[in-house]
């Protein structure tokens, strides 16, 4: 499952498009007959070629913008390319202001056009063949051994990378008598150990996953064995699987694996640039936040004699903060189609811009939880405390919002805590942006429906099974 490779192809692809862009460009603009004033102007671009190159080189190896980072999706690659492709129009506006020798403007903008079409439709090309080949059986067949919740996450970060061509064809676990092993996935059977090995060979299974809470019985490690002498390669999520929150190294000592954890620390280059981009972009949003606010603050002030909300949150080290929110229910109750429309856009978290000025709060984030939830914590979901609590983060982006659970979202905000940077922020923004640009687009939901997900399923979007920490809402 090692997604290098693709990576790499992805990364010539790239280049090879910055050639052809620039002859693109040139044929565009001048033809196929070039006068010797147009001989010229064109030879003005090779530098600016060279550059796009070296940048989208160095944007690739830091920022993963290959568009299959964290699962394929639409906002995540729109992010990434609008991030990298500011980032070289940046470079090449202070190139230009440095050359003395005329360019073509037209063969510049038609240059800059092409790159980001292409950029595009590399990846989408990418995506169409991967699919292609995933639809023609073309695969790497997974077996899962555990049926808890890391199992089903395994699972369902399998089906999220596409770039993987990894199928899971099913989850295999102990049934209570520990002799039986069950396999629940697409149709339930029930197997004898000494069976497992013709169904290995049914599946045409290529992998095994050992995603088991406990350590493996002396007849796990037995199956396992034997399956690896059967040509399946195996692969295991450490029990102490929480403990991702660290950055592990592993070491060899004498045959020995011993795996170091090493504490992850923020810079302070990096803090200094986050509280700048957090005053700069929340000042630059107060002005039309305040615009949108005060007509709606006039309505619920008129019928409930309150316009805002102060809720007590956690904020970083958990020192608590006073959280402030439109005066919404949520759910809002049936008939209230204003209040459902406010929670369904997140407009009533706009107030916490002035959270983020005053520095409680930052824009990208894990979202605040309060001190009822805080106290039912584990040691590892108290690592989000870490950093300062955000308007939005990583979660929000993938979908999660008040009827998913504390540990659901605490695994994607640690994802951002163990390598948080300011591009990755940035990227987080433009997804946001996405995300509820699309929720224009989506039904607001009433409050039975929302009242039934929250109580009886996960959203279908997250594949990830329910948990104990479900049955009491979060900030959003």
């Known amino acids: 499952m090692n997604t290098r490779r693709l990576e790499i192809w992805i990364w010539l692809a790239d280049l090879a498009w910055i050639s052809l862009a620039f ?15 147009e001989r010229i102007s064109i030879h003005a671009l ?62 510049l903008t038609y240059f800059i056009l092409l790159l980001g079409a292409g950029f595009a439709g590399v990846r989408f090309g990418a995506r169409f063949v991967l699919r292609m080949w995933h639809d023609g059986g073309a695969v790497w067949r997974v077996l899962v051994i555990g049926g808890g919740r890391v199992a089903q996450e395994v699972a369902a ?33 029930q197997f004898s150990t000494l069976k497992i090995f013709d169904l290995l060979r049914e599946l045409r299974v290529n992998e095994l996953i050992v995603a088991l809470p406990y350590t493996p019985t002396f007849e796990m490690r ?23 929150a660290y950055r592990p190294k592993l070491f ?27 005053v700069a972009v929340a000042t630059l949003l107060a002005i039309p936040a305040s615009i949108v606010i005060l007509p709606i603050a006039t309505i619920l002030l008129i019928k409930k004699r309150s316009a805002f ?14 959280m402030w929110r439109l005066n919404v229910r949520r759910p809002a109750p049936a008939g209230w189609y204003l209040e459902s429309m406010l929670d369904h856009l997140s407009i009533t978290e706009l107030p916490q811009l002035l959270n983020v000025i005053t520095g409680q709060m930052s824009l990208i984030g894990p979202r ?39 540990e659901q ?8 805590v163990m390598d948080p940077h300011l591009l990755w922020d940035i990227s987080l923004l433009l997804q946001t942006i996405w995300t509820l640009v699309m929720r224009l687009f989506s039904r607001v939901p009433n409050r039975q429906v929302f009242e039934m997900d929250w109580k009886t399923q996960e959203p279908a979007s997250q594949g990830l099974i329910t948990n104990a920490h479900r049955t009491q809402p979060s900030a959003d």
């Open 368 to 406: 605040p939880e309060p001190p009822a939830r805080i106290a039912t914590y584990s040691d590892w979901q108290q690592r989000r405390l870490r950093v300062k609590p955000g308007m939005t983060g990583l979660a929000q982006v993938q979908g999660l919002r008040e009827y998913s659970s504390s």
């Open 309 to 322: 909300r102060r809720e007590t949150r956690i904020g970083q080290y958990g020192r608590a903060f006073p």
């Open 46 to 107: 090779v530098p600016f070629a060279i550059a796009t190159g070296l940048t989208w080189s160095a944007l690739s190896l830091f920022m993963q913008v290959d568009g299959f980072r964290g699962g394929w999706r639409l906002s995540a690659v729109f992010s990434q390319l609008l991030l990298a492709m500011s980032c070289t129009l940046a470079v090449l506006a202070i190139l230009g202001c440095f050359t003395r020798t005329p360019i073509s403007r037209l063969a």
């Open 222 to 244: 037995t199956m396992i064995a034997r399956a690896r002498d059967m040509g399946i390669v195996t692969s295991m999520v450490p029990q102490a699987y929480e403990l991702y």
């Open 252 to 278: 060899s000592l004498d045959g020995l694996p011993l795996l170091q954890l090493r504490e992850l620390g923020l810079s302070r280059r990096y803090l200094i640039l986050k509280r700048a981009l957090d």
């Open 157 to 189: 970060k399998i089906n999220q990378h596409p770039e993987t061509l990894c199928k899971v064809v099913g989850l295999l676990f102990p049934s209570p008598d520990a002799q039986d092993c069950c396999l629940p996935q697409q149709q339930s059977a």
């Open 23 to 37: 002859f693109g460009a040139d044929l565009l603009r001048f033809g196929t007959t070039w006068a010797p004033d």
């Open 409 to 416: 979202k605490t695994r994607f905000d640690l994802q951002y």
